[in-house]
């Protein structure tokens, strides 16, 4: 297993919508920080991804045996590559999409937190290619079902602790942070990040089908 990839995955995965732009919207609203809430809110889109990788994962255990033959083929490797090396140049084509901001729920009941948690993390779990990615990496390795489960636990932390970095630097800072948390957000908003996703999992597709290929070391 490749932790170090995995760990990329993990980080890339952290500046999604749900993991980052959403806790920093909460973070620049107007009043006292509710961290609380904002962990809340991470914690709950944490679990949500770290229960579908899990189910997905050991859901898959009884094909990884014929997964991983397939896999290790060179037609498929070649294929692999092909589509890798698509995925990279494909990206620097890619046009950013400004996403509709929700108001985050920062009174009342930790019901509609949850709702809007849940339906930040449903809406992009279908298109998050590191998420997806690393559920690949994890199914057709040679792990068992706990180590499955830790890995998992692991790779869903990394993806929330940039959004609590920011959290412990808002409560230690105070208001001073609130500048470079609004241009960074409005920077998040506008930015071309799938584009960046697409690159650097296109990248790790073709480097693992070139490695599979000995076409590198």
């Not at 199914?139 to 412990?168: D, F, K, R, W």
Request: aromatic letters at 10%; proline letters at 6%.
């Amino acid at each position: 297993m490749d932790l170090a990839s995995l760990a990329v995955l993990a980080l890339i995965d952290s500046t999604s919508f749900g993991t980052l732009l959403i806790p920093i919207w909460f973070l620049i609203q107007p009043g006292p920080v509710r961290a609380g809430r904002v962990l809340f809110f991470l914690g709950t889109v944490a679990l949500f991804y770290f229960g579908i990788g899990v189910a997905a994962a050991l859901g898959a255990d009884r094909f990884v045996p014929q997964l991983t033959r397939l896999l290790d083929s060179r037609p498929v490797l070649w294929v692999l590559l092909a589509i890798g090396v698509g995925m990279f140049f494909y990206s620097f084509r890619m046009d950013g999409r400004k996403k509709p901001l929700p108001t985050p729920p920062l009174e009342g009941s930790l019901l509609p937190l949850a709702g809007l948690a849940l339906a930040a993390a449903a809406a992009e779990v279908t298109t998050m290619l590191p998420y997806i990615a690393a559920i690949g990496l994890i199914t057709t390795s040679s792990m068992n079902a706990a180590q499955i489960t830790l890995t998992m636990a692991g790779y869903c932390l990394v993806m929330i602790i940039p959004a609590i970095a920011l959290l412990g630097l808002r409560l230690a800072t105070g208001k001073r942070l609130l500048p470079v948390l609004t241009r960074f957000s409005e920077w998040l908003a506008r930015s071309d990040m799938m584009g960046w996703v697409v690159g650097i999992v296109g990248f790790l597709l073709a480097r693992y089908a070139a490695a599979g290929l000995h076409l590198i070391g």
